[in-house]
């Protein structure tokens, strides 16, 4: 399988690339490494080679980059701001983890973010647009005119403020990935099936249903898979797990190469993938399990989603 292979296929993510501040029952972080494109890029790293767009300030450090370095992620597009600030985020979450408060959002350089692309992140034959504001999602989306699979992922806050711009953009892009309440939020509709068939109606060839600790649902016009979050017993921050299941996601279709035709079998692959690459994130804090995540403990952790997801017997449990 892909992973630990050498990088097949150019994979280009645009989002936001922040300093985080997250409290949970476990412990808390005042200011880490995060962002949505970060925790993308880091998970797609062990299946493609990853070039991340998205502005940052001068306090974003060499230590910073070194992380998305020492996984071979690009930053060649990582457009630094002299004298502006890096994006800031932070939050809060409850005893349970399923829900969790924005206490502070500071947009910092990306309130006046004007996407600009090498050539090499345009011709990308993958494009992630992480969660941005949606109308900078469909300038990065028509100026990447070769990509063939496209990914998008949004939040209530484009819901609320932008919903227009983002019906547009989803219209744009072949998998939406959005949490199951996004999803009711955006349709109006109470029912998640019904929801999901709303958007497929848009235009998207699947949409991804995340669902926290529950797992994630993929909904196609044909058809309909689900998996289970993987059974950990201690979560520490889920924070980035959507962009973690995206990046095992879309970084698995990438590397199979231009010229594979993205069937069922495929699709559920990814969903796997995506599933072991979230499960790895909540385990510590921001990308501190990431970073020092194997190919090996990934290609674990996918056979153990293939046993325990099969309901015919299986010789030794
Ligand atoms: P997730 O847990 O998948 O929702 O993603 C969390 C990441 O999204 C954090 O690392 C934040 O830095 C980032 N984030 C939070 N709010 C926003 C926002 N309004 N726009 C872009 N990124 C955000």
């Excluded at 995060?34 to 299946?47: K, N």
């Excluded at 028509?142 to 949004?154: F, I, K, M």
């Excluded at 547009?168 to 109470?190: C, K, S």
């Excluded at 949409?207 to 017993?233: H, I, M, R, S």
Aim: glycine share 10%; proline share 4%.
């Amino acid at each position: 399988m892909a992973v630990g292979f050498p990088p097949a296929m150019g994979l280009t993510v645009v989002g936001s690339i922040a300093f985080d501040a997250v409290k949970t029952p476990f412990g808390e972080r005042e200011r880490m490494l995060g962002g949505s494109a970060v925790h993308f890029a880091l998970a797609a790293s062990f299946f493609a080679e990853v070039r991340v767009v998205g502005p940052v300030g001068d306090d974003f450090g060499e230590a910073e980059y070194a992380v998305l370095r020492e996984r071979g992620v690009n930053v060649d597009d990582i457009e630094r701001v002299e004298g502006g600030k890096t994006f800031f985020w932070a939050g809060e979450y409850h005893w349970d983890l399923n829900s969790r408060d924005t206490l502070d959002t500071q947009l910092g350089v990306f309130a006046d973010f004007d996407p600009k692309l090498s050539p090499a992140a345009q011709g990308a034959e993958t494009l992630f647009l992480a969660n941005i504001q949606p109308d900078l999602q469909r300038r990065v989306r028509a100026l990447c005119g070769e990509a063939r699979l496209v990914g998008l992922d949004s939040m209530n806050l484009w819901i609320e403020t932008a919903r227009e711009a983002l019906l547009h953009a989803i219209a744009e892009v072949d998998f939406v990935f959005m949490n199951d309440a996004e999803l009711r939020q955006l349709t109006g509709q109470p029912n998640l099936v019904r929801s999901a068939r709303e958007v497929l109606a848009l235009g998207p060839r699947a949409v991804v249903a995340k669902q926290g600790e529950y797992g994630a649902a993929l909904f196609t016009p044909e058809g309909f898979f689900a998996l289970p979050a993987y059974p950990l017993e201690t979560v520490v921050d889920p924070t980035g797990a959507g962009d973690s299941f995206a990046g095992g996601f879309l970084g698995y279709l990438a590397a199979q190469g231009a010229d594979a035709q993205v069937d069922e079998r495929m699709l559920r692959r990814a969903m796997t993938y995506g599933s072991v690459l979230a499960s790895f994130n909540v385990e510590e804090f921001g990308t501190e399990r990431v970073q020092r995540l194997t190919p090996e403990e990934i290609d674990a952790r996918f056979e153990e989603f293939r046993s325990m997801t099969s309901f015919e017997a299986v010789e030794s449990a």
